[in-house]
């Protein structure tokens, strides 16, 4: 016998929770299930703890500028517990020429800054005159072609604090689909930014947003958002097929059925369940896959006061940067010591997540000696090597799979399909879609198309 549910959700990661959250929000006692594949929920948000040590193996945190995941803490009265690392008052490093040195914060910082040459500056302006390029580019093209070839270091060291992704590689029109509009339309980022921010109803905060994060770690958002969610663990959906206005799910030795199915799964995990309805093209997406090395020192190590460094590929450095987890969030480490989190791999250095532990932190140790005064050996180590990497959002093949998503929803009513990798990558944006779901499937599927959004860049 199959087990029928008005809505059924796979995946109960990030995901998959906040589009439950959003429909049991307006709709309470509606009768909804979420299938998950692995023994814990939470999917990429996992904590770590050991000897008064708090690292992650996921996300560290996410920014507050989001309403929908506003909304979200809101709701579950976390906004008052959670810690906050505002931009404006944190320094943030890239590796320059060998050494660290602050990214600029504000116009006049930007004018002062070692990072680019006058001349660097000045180029800056000429996106002003620079016709927007029509067709798909990557991030590199877009940011040289509008802002000059000496941005490329800042812009990849972006994208590996983001993407741990190579901007050689990643689709400006699919990474940032807002600024491209907004560019294409004004002819001109700097431009379309001006007008943006001069258009009635646009709210002006004037400050920075905060990194965001809770004393127990990123894992105590989901120990929150899944209590008494109706989830079942150990539940992985191995095939789905659509009759008669029916979806029906097999899992293990269960059947399942329902009219409303919400894919909410990294893309990568969709794809295959999703590939008998309408065959896509392409069956996966690259992916970045990073280990996370914690090292704890006692507090005479004097790490400089800030987030953290990114160092771009042509510093040559090992590590792709590190947090400075203590100044971000204290609590982190046991009373007189400090936590910093170093980040090695990405889309480019995959090899490096063969070495074994000792080697990774031998490597580490040699690479952040020459740019941190780590007199002292750490007192605490401890490599995570998390399962799952970061969808790439690449060139000649993202886009193409968003529009076969369009079609696969069309042709599918009762279809939803959120999750990493799809429009976006971070916290914020899963919240978002979560939301976008949602709303959604309580107007009876009449999804309204929105206009992307002006994702700002912080590094
Ligand atoms: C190393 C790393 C660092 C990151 N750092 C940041 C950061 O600092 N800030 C930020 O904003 N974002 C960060 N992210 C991204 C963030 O973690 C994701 O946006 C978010 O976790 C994605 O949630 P999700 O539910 O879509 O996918 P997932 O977290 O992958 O969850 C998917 C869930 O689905 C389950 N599942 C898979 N297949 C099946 C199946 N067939 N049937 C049933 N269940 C299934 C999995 O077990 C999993 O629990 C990071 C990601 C990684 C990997």
Same mark, same amino acid.
């Given at each position: ?176 689909? *807002?600024?491209?509009?907004? $560019?294409? =339309?004004?002819?001109?980022? +700097? ?8 258009? !009635? /109803? ?105 987030? *953290?460094?990114?160092?771009? $590929?042509? =510093?040559?450095?090992?590590? +792709? ?8 969030? !204290? /609590? ?128």
């Amino acid at each position: 016998m199959a087990e029928n549910h008005q809505v059924i959700i796979i995946g109960g990661g990030l995901s998959g929770l906040a589009t439950a959250h959003f429909l049991r929000k307006q709709e309470p006692n509606l009768d909804l299930l979420i299938l998950e594949g692995g023994k814990r929920p939470g999917g990429a948000v996992r904590s770590f703890k050991n000897e008064g040590f708090l690292g992650e193996w996921g996300p560290h945190g996410f920014l507050d500028n989001n309403p929908e995941s506003r909304e979200l803490l809101h709701d579950l009265g976390l906004d008052k517990q959670a810690q906050r690392a505002p931009l404006g008052k944190f320094l943030r490093y890239v590796c320059h020429r060998g050494q660290l040195v602050a990214l600029p914060q504000s116009p006049q910082q930007l004018i002062s800054t070692p990072l680019l040459s006058p001349l660097g500056k000045l180029r800056l302006l000429a996106d002003l005159w620079k016709k927007p390029v029509l067709s798909e580019q990557n991030i590199g093209q877009w940011a040289a072609h509008r802002f000059g070839r000496e941005v490329l270091p800042l812009v990849d060291a972006a994208v590996t604090g983001t993407f741990a992704g190579d901007y050689q590689r990643l689709s400006m029109d699919a990474v940032m689909p *807002g600024v491209r509009n907004l $560019e294409k =339309e004004a002819g001109s980022l +700097l431009r379309g930014l001006r007008r943006k921010k001069k258009a !009635p /109803g646009n709210k002006k905060t004037g400050h920075l947003p905060s990194m965001l994060s809770f004393p127990q770690g990123m894992e105590h958002l989901i120990h929150t958002l899944v209590k008494e969610m109706p989830l079942q663990t150990e539940s992985k959906v191995r095939g789905i097929s659509h009759q008669h206005g029916q979806w029906r799910l097999e899992s293990n030795d269960k059947v399942f059925t329902t009219p409303t199915l919400i894919v909410a799964l990294p893309i990568n995990g969709a794809l295959p369940l999703l590939t008998p309805l309408i065959p896509p093209p392409a069956t996966k997406v690259p992916e970045a896959k990073i280990v996370n090395v914690l090292l704890g020192f006692s507090k005479q190590v004097k790490i400089p006061y800030g987030f *953290g460094y990114l160092a771009p $590929e042509r =510093e040559n450095r090992f590590a +792709l940067g590190a947090m400075f987890s203590t100044h971000m969030f !204290p /609590g982190r480490a046991p009373e007189g010591k400090v936590l910093i989190e170093v980040l090695v791999g990405g889309r480019r250095h995959p090899e490096r997540l063969e070495l074994n532990d000792d080697e990774l932190i031998a490597k580490i140790l040699a690479d952040l000696g020459e740019l941190l005064p780590l007199n002292e050996p750490p007192c605490f180590s401890k490599v995570l090597r998390p399962s799952g990497g970061i969808p790439q959002m690449e060139v000649g093949g993202h886009l193409q799979l968003l529009d076969w998503r369009h079609l696969c929803e069309q042709e599918h009513p009762g279809l939803h399909l959120n999750g990493f990798g799809w429009d976006g990558i971070g916290m914020n944006d899963m919240i978002k879609a979560a939301k976008k779901t949602a709303t959604t499937i309580l107007a009876g599927n009449k999804g309204q198309q929105e206009e992307a959004p002006v994702k700002p860049v912080y590094f």
